[in-house]
């Protein structure tokens, strides 16, 4: 039997390559996006194709965290979910004093609150199978915070927190919970940097260059595949950043 791999955030630079990793491990593959849900079906079409493999997709606002919950019980079904993948994440760059509430509170939404969406509908299946796999995507500013970040740094803490404590509840039904906390990745969501900014946070990193999406991935398939008593950590793929 293959397994199901659910993944938010998959049209993302980090979202596609996870699921491109998974496809590649022929699992079957159900996508969440927020609202591109042409790019994501013509992925999904040439990921099915090339690996003759099951890809469904599904377009899911996290912004109303009530309402994406009964949408993703929806979207699986009575599927059971091998590896729920939590990816999706927006990003605020500006001083804290510069944001409004509304930015606030849908930043909490997109990247905490779709754990509570995602978790609350497929964890009672995993429970009752005795079985399954999560895995968080947080971020190093959730381990050590970012100036003209607080509200993404505040939210990839909680994610950290999120997932030790789920950890801790989960493990009698032998479902380990991670995280994997990337630092600087070459993806969209960082081209609000400047050449000479992206120059001086490579001078930073040890390895002195960004990381890969594929990188981040190939870190979460692996991940996936580690023993059910690897949980509750944090792992960072930073190059040695932080």
Request: charge should be negative; include cysteine; aromatic fraction near 2%.
């Given at each position: 039997m293959n397994t199901n791999v659910l993944i938010t955030?998959?049209?993302g630079g980090i979202g596609s390559a996870i699921a491109l990793e998974f496809a590649k491990?022929?699992?079957?593959?159900?996508?969440v996006?927020?609202?591109?849900?042409?790019?994501l079906d013509e992925f999904a079409d040439r990921l099915s194709s090339a690996y003759e493999i099951e890809v469904f997709t599904a377009s899911i606002n996290f912004s109303d965290t009530e309402a994406a919950k009964e949408s993703l019980k929806d979207f699986i079904g009575t599927t059971g979910i091998d590896i729920l993948i939590n990816n999706a994440g927006i990003s605020f760059v500006g001083v804290f004093q510069d944001m409004n509430v509304t930015q606030w509170t849908n930043m909490v939404n997109i990247n905490l609150n779709s754990l509570y969406a995602t978790c609350s509908?497929?964890?009672?299946?995993?429970?009752k199978n005795q079985s399954g796999r999560i895995i968080n995507i947080s971020s190093v500013w959730g381990n050590v915070g970012a100036?003209?970040?607080v509200a993404y740094s505040a939210?990839?803490?909680g994610i950290n927190a999120f997932t030790k404590a789920l950890a801790k509840e989960l493990a009698m039904s032998g479902i380990p919970v991670n995280a994997i906390a990337p630092g600087y990745i070459d993806t969209p969501m960082?081209?609000?940097?400047?050449?000479?900014?992206?120059v001086e946070l490579c001078d930073e990193i040890p390895m002195g260059r960004a990381g890969r999406p594929d990188e981040v991935a190939k870190a979460v398939v692996k991940l996936a595949e580690m023993p059910a008593y690897l949980t509750g950590q944090i792992i960072t793929v930073d190059g040695g950043w932080t």
């Open positions: 955030g998959a049209t491990a022929h699992c079957n593959l159900f996508l996006c927020n609202s591109r849900i042409d790019e509908a497929i964890v009672p299946i995993m429970i100036s003209c970040e939210t990839k803490g960082n081209s609000h940097l400047s050449e000479d900014e992206i």
